[in-house]
């Protein structure tokens, strides 16, 4: 992913790649696990994990040197969207859009990188931080050459991490840190969300780190990083909403009320095409922005991209588990019924990472910006 | 004669856009009404001379015979420098059909008048009491000798009072189990007695529309294309380039470039809730364009395209209502001024827009009827 300007894939390389990795989710017990990885203390399987990374998907946008596919940001987006398509708990677009990105750019030498793309070690990125207004916009942990000192939110994939990363300010500026997950003075504590996961807040009392990457450089990895990970979220966002219109169609298809079909019911028609056409709408604009991504060097400009993106991925997954929970009518509110899994992952990944007024907000700056520079 | 398709696309639109920045008329660009023939007859002579009125038509016709990668190039150049239709109805309607169904002598008869605009074209479909279910339409045209006489009203009838001609769907056979069936295509001159022209003034102002009444109207059987009660199925076939067309990204595109000049003029950018919305609807005409060029290059690949290309038509009328009603509020005090809101030099005509973007959601088929056709076709829930 770092390797800016990389091959375009063809149309049938992707194929194949969707292909491989929907049969490998199926077989591990496809839309079944999101419900039976709800409020599990782990999270999510290590087991499907492992065969995630056996089947070279952790490394998917990786240069084949770091052990990667090398096959470019649009691909790791349809290894999300068949994530998002049965709601599967494991964190791969984390690793692959946050851990994978942030290594590569950073340390490409060192053996964690290429340890994370085989699944031999499983990592976390702390790097976010609460204020009283929600997300602060600097990072207050510090490091103070052998300790780190602070706190952390929203780190996706504590749970299993045998690795945790830290982003830190120290003398030298900022400083990327590697910590033992287990290691004394990491005081981690779960806030459930609403699809059964947990994200976590991390204290850190002293908790000793070693230097990764410092400097100058690291702001910028971090940001190039987390505009990665926006893009592929909005392509886990993209399955999410697919399945949620396709069980709402068959649902609709087969519900008789006063004798028919309530999918005959002209109301209803509408509401579901309306939902197909913010689908289209979605798929079409967010493989568009990850492919411009995929084609372009400034960080900027991809940042720009990132956030077209993940708005309108949050505005169609949004607008599509909602309705489909509505044109579910009441077994639609039960937790019985698997669309409500749908509507609940995509509040989870609408609010990871900015939702749609917040990338809309992004994007107008950014667009503005750059077209008074021109 | 040049076979365009043999040319790169790049080369291909690099000379359309140098031809149409060289020849077409200044005072011409982006004019938001339909003009009249005399208003556009210089423009139709240079285009005439080089041999591209007719872009889809097969060059043995007298076409520029482009593939379909060449045909949506021509016409997003056309756009990309707000070149006028002009009076299209004839080349884009009555030529192919008349290509497709029509014998050798209509051929020879009838493409090179239209070529010429020696004939100018009106189309008559809508009725009274037949819009959105066109089928139901009454008009009737019964065969007396070689004659065919013509009662009835058509509406909507786009330019009639600046045409010659008119081409029509009739019902030839009242007596059809279905109303489907018994229909047919017939050409018709204007210029008779039996014809009345009446104009429909818009809210805009404008008269584009009109009715046309018949009464004992006659025209030759001669001027029946393809088959007698077989007009219906030859309509639709024409269809499937039109609804890539009427979903193009330019109208909305072309909009919100105005929506961003006022309020930049007005500094509407100062405000947190306009930036929100004009950021929805500026990402909705950009995701539209995506999946544009997704059925663009399907079509570009000689694929046939499937009836959810109308999803494009609904999406851009209603991003572009959107837009024109945004333009509205930026106004303010001035939102119900009629003519352009000046801007330093420029000139933004907020209602022009507002109207303009009015009919879209209603004419090819109105977006419900669009819905309808998707629930069953694509989405294949039960009737």
Redesign the interface.
């Known amino acids: 992913m770092t390797d800016m300007g990389e091959t375009a894939q063809s149309d049938e390389d992707l194929q194949m790649l969707r292909d491989s990795v929907r049969t490998l989710l199926e077989r591990a017990g496809g839309l079944d696990r999101a419900r039976g990885a709800r409020g599990a203390a782990e999270g999510w399987n290590a087991g499907v994990m492992q065969e995630l990374a056996e089947a070279g998907v952790l490394g998917v946008s990786a240069s084949e040197t770091a052990g990667g596919l090398g096959m470019g940001l649009p691909a790791a987006g349809v290894i999300a969207e068949e994530v998002g398509r049965v709601v599967a708990p494991e964190p791969v677009v984390a690793t692959v859009g946050l851990v994978v990105s942030l290594l590569e750019q950073l340390c490409p030498d060192d053996a964690l990188l290429s340890q994370v793309i085989s699944g031999e070690k499983s990592v976390a990125l702390a790097w976010q931080e609460r204020n009283s207004a929600g997300l602060s916009d600097t990072i207050n942990c510090r490091f103070d050459g052998t300790g780190v000192t602070g706190a952390k939110a929203w780190v996706v994939g504590f749970a299993s991490a045998d690795v945790l990363l830290v982003l830190a300010e120290s003398d030298a500026g900022k400083v990327l840190l590697r910590l033992d997950a287990k290691a004394t003075g990491v005081n981690p504590q779960p806030q459930r969300q609403s699809d059964g996961n947990a994200l976590h807040e991390i204290t850190f009392t002293g908790a000793p780190a070693s230097v990764l990457a410092e400097g100058g450089d690291v702001s910028g990895a971090m940001a190039l990083a987390a505009a990665d990970a926006t893009a592929l979220a909005a392509s886990e966002l993209l399955g999410v909403s697919n399945t949620a219109l396709a069980l709402t169609l068959e649902y609709i298809r087969t519900r008789e009320q006063f004798g028919k079909p309530i999918g005959s019911f002209q109301v209803i028609q509408h509401r579901a095409v309306n939902m197909q056409i913010a689908q289209e709408i979605a798929e079409a604009g967010v493989r568009e922005a990850l492919g411009l991504m995929g084609a372009e060097t400034s960080l900027d400009a991809r940042e720009r991209l990132a956030s077209r993106a993940k708005a309108r991925a949050c505005t169609a997954a949004n607008l599509i588990t909602r309705e489909a929970i509505r044109l579910h009518g009441a077994v639609g509110f039960t937790d019985e019924y698997d669309v409500g899994l749908f509507l609940n992952r995509a509040l989870v990944l609408s609010a990871w990472l900015g939702d749609a007024a917040a990338h809309r907000r992004r994007w107008l700056d950014a667009t503005l910006s750059s077209e008074a520079a021109q | 004669m040049t076979d365009y398709n043999l040319m790169s696309d790049d080369d291909f639109r690099r000379d359309v856009r140098q031809f149409f920045e060289a020849e077409y008329p200044e005072e011409l660009r982006n004019i938001s009404h339909r003009p009249k023939f005399a208003e556009v007859e210089d423009w139709h002579k240079v285009l005439h001379a080089k041999g591209w009125v007719a872009p889809a038509w097969p060059s043995e016709f007298g076409g520029m015979g482009l593939g379909a990668a060449k045909l949506l190039i021509f016409y997003e150049e056309q756009q990309r420098w707000g070149v006028t239709r002009g009076r299209d109805m004839g080349v884009l309607m009555v030529g192919p059909l008349i290509i497709k169904f029509g014998t050798d002598t209509q051929k020879e008869y009838w493409l090179p008048r239209i070529l010429s605009c020696e004939t100018i074209w009106c189309q008559g479909y809508s009725e009274p009491g037949a819009g959105s279910d066109l089928a139901s339409l009454r008009t009737t045209a019964i065969v007396d000798g070689d004659d065919f006489v013509i009662n009835g009203q058509k509406i909507w009838t786009t330019m009639a009072h600046d045409a010659d001609h008119i081409f029509m769907l009739v019902r030839t056979d009242p007596d059809a189990p279905k109303k489907q069936q018994g229909i047919s295509f017939v050409l018709a001159k204007m210029d008779q007695p039996g014809i009345e022209v009446r104009t429909i003034v818009t809210l805009s102002g404008e008269e584009e529309f009109c009715e046309v009444f018949f009464d004992n109207a006659r025209a030759p059987v001669a001027n029946l294309v393809g088959e007698m009660n077989n007009g219906w199925s030859m309509a639709k076939a024409l269809l499937s380039f039109e609804r890539i067309f009427i979903g193009s990204p330019n109208m909305a595109q072309n909009a919100l470039m105005q929506l961003k000049t006022l309020a930049d003029g007005r500094g509407a950018?100062n405000d947190p809730a306009f930036?929100?919305r004009?950021?929805?609807v500026?990402?909705?005409v950009?995701?539209?364009a995506?999946?544009y060029?997704?059925f663009a290059d399907q079509m570009k690949r000689g694929e046939t395209l499937g009836s959810?290309v109308s999803?494009l038509k609904?999406?851009v009328s209603e991003t572009f209502q959107k837009i024109t009603e945004l333009m509205i509020e930026v106004a303010g005090p001035d939102g119900g001024a009629l003519g352009p809101l000046q801007l330093g030099n420029v000139g933004i005509d907020v209602l022009s827009n507002f109207y303009k973007s009015r009919p879209t959601t209603i004419y090819g088929g109105s977006n419900?009827i669009q819905?309808?056709i998707?629930?069953k076709a694509?989405?294949?829930?039960?009737?």
């Not at chain 2, 694509?378 to 009737?383: I, M, Y």
């Open positions: 950018f930036r929100d004009y950021a929805e500026a990402l909705d950009e995701d539209h995506a999946l060029t997704r959810d999803m609904i999406w419900e819905r309808n998707l629930s694509v989405l294949n829930l039960p009737g």
